[in-house]
């Protein structure tokens, strides 16, 4: 079992910046991809960014540019630096890894950006 726990959420205006931490316990084998969606509400849940353990990246088109994921393996630890935030980005956080072919969430951080 891994648990996966969230911080850095919060209210913040339009242009402004948040970062995000993702801190994993519990693996007894190294974690392989981490990522970070999020659900906006009457939305479905969707991919943010995912980054693998050799540090390959991924983004949505929408946050290309601004949002930055990064990992510290020795921490098990994923962040998500957020700039430039725009009200469209408001929405609940989720953290996800993958251990042993199973996907683990994290609770979720709310992200509200005012315009």
């Known amino acids: 079992q891994v648990q996966l726990v969230e911080s850095g959420g919060g209210l913040v205006q339009a242009g402004g910046s948040l970062r995000l931490s993702c801190a994993a316990s519990?693996?007894?084998?190294?974690?392989?991809?981490m990522g970070w969606y999020r659900q906006a509400p009457g939305k479905q849940r969707e991919l943010v960014a995912t980054i693998s353990r050799g540090g390959n990246t991924n983004y949505a088109d929408s946050v290309k540019g601004r949002f930055t994921i990064s990992r510290d393996n020795a921490k098990n630890t994923v962040y998500l630096q957020m700039n430039n935030l725009k009200p469209e980005d408001t929405a609940v956080y989720y953290c996800k890894a993958d251990y042993l072919l199973s996907p683990y969430w994290g609770q979720g951080t709310q992200v509200t950006v005012s315009s």
């Open positions: 519990g693996s007894t084998f190294p974690i392989n991809a």
